[in-house]
């Protein structure tokens, strides 16, 4: 009970931080992947239009990339406040 309740709120806060920086990384690595053996997804509609004139779908897929990353570092921001509530932001 003191492990779970007390122990594992603080140790969590290290691992939350890696897993949500490496969101971003999975997804560009899934993009990369899905363009190298030819798997519809993600990468699928940006991957054909890189070599072609297609540079509003390549912004749009950075943008896509980039709300991802902000939205992951805004959950863990949220998840460090519920594991300590010490942490606050002004």
Sequence with gaps: MVIFKHALKNALLAPITVIM???????GGTMVVE???GYPGIGDPAAPRGHVKGCPIIEAGALFMTFVATATQLLADFTYIYLNPRIRYH
């Design 21 to 27: 920086l490496h969101i971003g990384w999975l997804l």
């Design 35 to 37: 363009s190298m053996f």
